[in-house]
């Protein structure tokens, strides 16, 4: 089992910048490729980032592509996402998930065992 809390959502006008953080407890933090969703009211989740066990690899959704960074700090069993340039249309609940090897189909959240309860993101225009 592995257990995830999401901190960090806010409020921020357009523009602005968020962090959100993942703290993990349970298993083997290190062991796990990490993603970011989001879900909007009356949308479906959606992926936003994946980063892999090591770090060394991160895959992004076209949407957030260049305005969002994902990272993560293995030994604080933490992953992050880094949101600049936010627009309204950003505005979320933000989940961070977590997979042992989540394989070429990172973006679907029935990849992931394991999920937070996520945090609120809202952009004002």
């Known amino acids: 089992q592995v257990q995830l809390v999401e901190s960090g959502g806010g409020l921020v006008q357009a523009g602005g910048s968020l962090t959100l953080s993942c703290i993990a407890s349970g298993h083997t933090f290190s062991r796990y490729d990490m993603g970011w969703f989001r879900q909007a009211p009356g949308n479906e989740r959606e992926f936003v980032a994946v980063?892999?066990?090591?770090?060394?690899?991160?895959y992004y959704a076209d949407s957030v592509k260049g305005r969002f960074t994902i990272s993560r700090d293995n030994a604080k069993n933490t992953v992050y996402l880094k949101m600049n340039s936010l627009k309204p249309e950003d505005t979320a609940v933000y989940y961070c998930?977590?997979?042992?090897?989540?394989?070429?189909?990172?973006?679907?959240?029935?990849?992931?065992?394991?999920w937070g309860q996520g945090t609120q993101v809202t952009v004002s225009s």
């Open positions: 998930a977590a997979e042992d090897q989540v394989g070429p189909y990172y973006s679907l959240p029935r990849e992931y065992d394991y």
């Open positions: 980063i892999n066990w090591s770090g060394g690899k991160t």
